[in-house]
């Protein structure tokens, strides 16, 4: 509608039409946002960020419970903090897009979201699938699925979960990652995908912030996936690949009380540079190697990632730091002194190691030497990014946790092929 067409209509608009509308997502959505057409059983929208995938599956969780007395939905996160934060609170969550006279009740510590016409929508954590175990549902909506952890458990507990009333559905929303989850809901019978850019919501969206990430992002393998929603495959040549992490996946308390920790660290070349990379392995007492914690900061000055090594060795009693030294060896750990890491630091050079250091790395974790205890998504998207030969083609311009990872578990190997046993730890 032109300007000034639409400029005479909205001025006849009634007070009460106006405010009607401003609650009207069958008016307010555009056509990608809508519902597919047909018997599915999973809607499964992949797209970019700030597309409007939360308001979306807002949107269709409010019409159910409305259209739906007394129907049982589950709200799926990747923890409760952001199922509450995003799907629940959010400014595009069930609190905000719903009008005051239909406004739903939020009960924090029941984790419940409930309706007057007796609809209940009860939040979930993905971390943990067995709270999914013995609940019924009629309908789910499940957030940003890519980056669940213990992804396919937690599905798998919801699926089972989905056996109220005639056509039980679940909304998947997400931004699209190779992991097995989103790859096995895209091969599976019963399910609708809808793809979507950032561009399509571009009328919601900071002018400036699209030109930024544009300029910054455009064309990069790392603005594909997040900006126009493409689901990648994984990198030609990499040492990692998405279904072999998944396959080392393991619950954070299931690993013990380990035999020995070394914390990696890639620290950046100035304050304004990259991230300081800093990851925590360990020596579990059954001789496995575990990925327990990625402490990693972005663009801190060195006091800063300083205190974040003292903290990350605090916490899990680190036997000694192996810090690649691209800002001088004696310069790393006089900062780290400062920062009162009193631990010994074992300096490596980036130069002459990284691909010598990473590709036997990733030899054990096709052994099934190493695991990770939990999930690390930036981490992990580095990881399956570093290439044969010591090429990078991940996000970022540098992998930055990657590197601090390798070194932590390089450090851990050496010691088991030279027969190296356990010592008394600071606790």
Request: aromatic content about 6%; glycine content about 10%; hydrophobic content about 45%.
């Amino acid at each position: 509608m032109p300007a000034a067409e639409y400029a005479a209509w909205s001025r006849r608009l009634r007070r009460d039409a106006a405010a009607s509308l401003l609650f009207d997502w069958t008016w307010w959505r555009r056509g990608d946002q809508c519902p597919p057409e047909g018997d599915w059983h999973v809607w499964l929208l992949l797209a970019g960020r700030g597309f409007g995938k939360t308001r979306t599956g807002a949107e269709w969780v409010r019409s159910y419970a409305e259209a739906h007395p007394g129907a049982r939905i589950a709200l799926v996160a990747a923890s409760l903090h952001e199922a509450r934060q995003v799907m629940v609170e959010g400014e595009s969550g069930l609190l905000a897009i719903a009008p005051d006279e239909v406004q739903p009740e939020y009960e924090s510590s029941l984790r419940r979201v409930s309706w007057a016409n007796g609809a209940i929508a009860t939040l979930y954590s993905a971390a943990e699938p067995d709270s999914l175990r013995g609940p019924e549902h009629s309908a789910a909506w499940c957030d940003e699925i890519a980056k669940w952890p213990l992804g396919e458990a937690a599905w798998d507990n919801l699926m089972l979960t989905m056996r109220i009333g005639e056509n039980p559905r679940v909304v998947a929303t997400t931004t699209p990652r190779g992991v097995p989850l989103v790859r096995r809901l895209i091969r599976e019978k019963g399910v609708a995908t809808t793809a979507g850019r950032t561009q399509a919501n571009s009328d919601n969206l900071s002018p400036r912030w699209l030109a930024t990430m544009g300029s910054i992002y455009g064309g990069t393998r790392l603005g594909r996936q997040e900006l126009d929603g493409e689901m990648l495959e994984d990198v030609e040549g990499a040492l990692w690949t998405r279904a072999l992490i998944e396959r080392c996946r393991v619950e954070t308390d299931a690993i013990g009380k380990p035999a020995r920790v070394i914390i990696g660290v890639d620290p950046p070349a100035s304050a304004n540079g990259d991230a300081c990379g800093i990851v925590v392995a360990a020596l579990l007492r059954d001789g496995r190697l575990a990925v327990v914690e990625d402490a990693s900061v972005e663009t801190p000055p060195p006091a800063l990632w300083a205190l974040a090594v003292a903290a990350a060795a605090a916490r899990w009693g680190a036997d000694r730091i192996v810090a690649e030294s691209n800002m001088g060896g004696e310069m790393v750990t006089a900062t780290l002194r400062q920062a009162d890491v009193t631990l010994p630091v074992v300096a490596v050079h980036a130069s002459v190691g990284k691909a010598r250091r990473a590709e036997p790395v990733a030899l054990a974790y096709e052994r099934g030497q190493v695991v990770h205890a939990g999930a690390f998504a930036a981490l992990e998207d580095q990881l399956c990014g570093l290439q044969v030969g010591g090429g990078y083609a991940g996000p970022g311009r540098s992998p930055d946790r990657a590197d601090a990872c390798v070194w932590a578990l390089a450090a851990l190997l050496d010691g088991v092929r030279k027969g190296r046993r356990p010592g008394v730890r600071r606790m």
